[in-house]
């Protein structure tokens, strides 16, 4: 007989019985005939792949047809007679000779590609499944286990995402009722899979384990570390794969994220270990945003579970948000939840002052790209709280906390942390002399007197209302020559000790924290020498230090004046060694005759180096050869040697 007529036949039959059932409570087709249909149907929803490797005339389509028509009858027959006995190990023998029959085939001419075909009977395989799964059928496929364990292993085998679903719907379905065995079974094949480097695994392995841990009680705790090790190992790969694989690994690790924020309470010392160094490494790659977030609503369930929790201390919740705001790889408009987590950390804790002074630091300079963030008097408020209204405490802060600020932006950076150290009750009134505009370039001075009239039409008086704007607006050039303009009148209000103090973490900020940036016009070092040039009492920085600075960060022009007054102001013959040094790489002939004159000791020198600067040599070279041969000039002798050179 005919299939197609067959399937005709007891899709009449089902529906005869359907019939017969509304009409009384009594089915006319036997129980054991019920079976071999239920069974028939399940067998025969292979048919596609396993016949056209047989024949190969046969047309996909064809039997597609047939395959469909069959799961359609057992849906129906499931849903009218309820309970009947499927016999799992026929089904599951059944279904391997399919596939060895399959492969068999693969290398005859003219069979379908062996992948294709395992594939396509794979997938009528799971339809059949889930559709037992979803019925009291179910209880045979849980007293079989071994068929969940073939059907995972061939699923896994062939690497492909929608079966992988389609056998998590299936389990999902199966744990519905309790189901110890199949439990057993999974957690051998989740420590398999967790264990094993293979990132196909993996993806299937979590999937897997997040079916398990949303339907069912069972203990998940015992995968976390293998969990953990995974996710780190995927943090690693995502850095260096591009495209599809790239994607699978990425949605791999936020199923696996999900997974830990909802059992973050059952996790032990160890787990949270590792956690803490998975977060980090979230945080500090360049990792999708997506990855970011996932990784803060850890952080954010975490602090909710058990805001003391020792293994979860202040330095460490600084230190993990450091490392986002620090990379600057997050974007401003997905910044709200790190930084509402960020304002939590650091209102609700008082502890490790130093952590919490860095992390909101660099959450102030992050907060430049947009000055007008609703969250950003919030953090000034904590800021203020920490370091107070001393303006000398907070320019010790910005020089000794530079790591958080990007060197360009150091001078914005500094200006925005020292203008929010004013008190908003403070009145001030603000008038520019006439001729500012020559002290300022073109787009300073048309800011400034923009912000004028601002000012005056607003008829604003109160600090905050001067302040915000300007903190808000204020560009690089600005925050430049206001650094500049304020800091002389901000040294001469410190004393003495403050000044020292300040003048050692100036020495060190030089020295240590920047890198070599010549080009850049409003470069921080060009910045803060410019600001102490200007500053009375002078600091003073060593003169080696100077030096280093002027050569590495093309600060000629700032330095040489700064030392030729070091000498004036110390008559430290050191400096003027430094200076000379400086002159002479310049090529400044003249200037550096001067220096020397002024460290001569005796007239004669002074007198054969004034032949020298009006370019009298005949007079000059002779002075010379006479000072040189005589004992009683040793004194001057390398500056009458340099001379000599220069003749």
């Known amino acids: 007989m005919p299939k197609k007529t067959l399937l005709d036949l007891t899709a009449l039959m089902i529906e005869w019985s359907q019939r017969h059932a509304e009409e009384s409570s009594e089915s006319y087709i036997a129980a054991h005939h ?288 450091l490392n986002l705001f620090k990379s600057f790889r997050l974007e401003i408009s997905h910044a709200s939840v790190p930084l509402e987590i960020a304002l939590r950390v650091l209102s609700n804790n008082k502890d490790s002052f130093e952590p919490r002074i860095t992390l909101c630091k660099n959450i102030l300079h992050f907060l430049l790209k947009d000055p007008a963030h609703s969250l950003k008097p919030e953090f000034d408020r904590v800021l203020k709280e920490m370091l107070g209204t001393s303006v000398w405490r907070r320019l010790i802060f910005v020089t000794e906390q530079l790591d958080a600020a990007e060197p360009k932006a150091w001078a914005k950076s500094s200006v925005d942390l020292l203008l929010g150290c004013l008190e908003e009750g403070v009145v001030v009134r603000p008038q520019l002399s006439d001729d500012f505009e020559d002290s300022f370039d073109r787009d300073t001075a048309e800011f400034l007197r923009q912000h004028q009239w601002y000012i005056h039409h607003n008829s604003l008086k109160s600090a905050s209302d001067v302040l915000k704007p300007l903190r808000q607006m204020i560009n690089l050039p600005a925050a430049h020559y206001f650094f500049c303009y304020i800091f002389p009148q901000l040294w001469s209000t410190f004393s003495t000790s403050q000044q020292s103090t300040l003048a050692h973490s100036l020495e060190n900020l030089l020295l240590n924290r920047f890198s070599v940036e010549s080009s850049f016009q409003y470069f921080p070092v060009k910045t803060i020498l410019i600001s102490i040039a200007s500053s009375y009492p002078q600091p003073v920085i060593r003169p080696e230090i100077l030096q280093f600075l002027a050569k590495t960060h093309n600060a000629w022009n700032i330095v040489i004046p700064m030392l030729e007054s070091y000498y004036e102001g110390f008559g430290d013959r050191k400096n003027n060694i430094y200076l000379e040094n400086l002159l002479e790489r310049l090529n400044e002939k003249e200037q550096l005759v001067g220096s020397w004159i002024s460290r001569a000791v005796n007239p004669e020198t002074v007198e054969a180096l004034s032949h020298l600067v009006v370019g009298n040599w005949i007079d000059c070279r002779a002075k010379l050869e006479q000072l040189l041969q005589n004992e009683n000039y040793l004194n001057d002798m390398e500056i009458l040697q340099k001379a000599w050179v220069q003749c």
């Open 34 to 321: 019920k079976e071999m249909l239920i069974n028939f149907f399940a067998r025969f929803g292979q048919a596609p792949a396993l016949y056209i490797s047989k024949q190969p005339q046969r047309s996909f389509e064809q039997m597609n047809f047939l395959s469909t028509k069959c799961q359609q009858n057992l849906k129906r027959a499931l849903s009218l007679w309820g309970d009947v006995n499927f016999k799992a190990k026929n089904w599951t023998d059944a279904l391997k000779k399919c596939m060895n029959l399959v492969q068999q085939n693969q290398n005859q001419p003219h069979r379908t590609n062996v992948i294709d075909s395992q594939r396509k009977l794979l997938i009528r395989s799971l339809d059949i499944i889930k559709i037992l799964s979803e019925h009291p059928t179910r209880n045979a496929i849980i007293q079989y286990p071994d068929l969940v364990r073939y059907l995972a292993s061939q699923v896994k085998a062939n690497e492909y995402p929608n079966m992988i679903k389609l056998l998590c719907d299936i389990i999902s379905n199966l744990l519905e009722v309790p189901a110890n065995e199949i439990l057993m079974l999974l957690n051998e094949i989740l420590e398999s899979s967790l264990s094993n480097d293979c990132t196909q695994n993996y993806s299937w392995a979590v999937k897997l384990l997040a079916v398990i841990s949303e339907v069912s009680p069972i203990d998940i705790t015992i995968h976390m570390k293998n969990l953990l090790l995974m996710c780190s190992s995927l943090i690693k790969e995502i850095q260096q794969d591009m495209g599809p694989i790239k994607d699978m690994k990425i949605d791999t690790l936020l199923t696996a994220l999900k997974i830990i924020h909802n059992n973050i309470t059952a996790l032990n010392e160890d787990h949270k270990k590792i956690l803490k160094h998975l977060l980090s490494s979230i945080f500090e790659c360049k990792t999708e945003s997506k990855l970011i977030m996932e990784g803060c609503k850890v952080i954010e369930i975490w602090l909710e579970s058990s805001e003391n929790d020792p293994m979860f201390t202040t330095k460490d919740k600084c230190s993990l948000l």
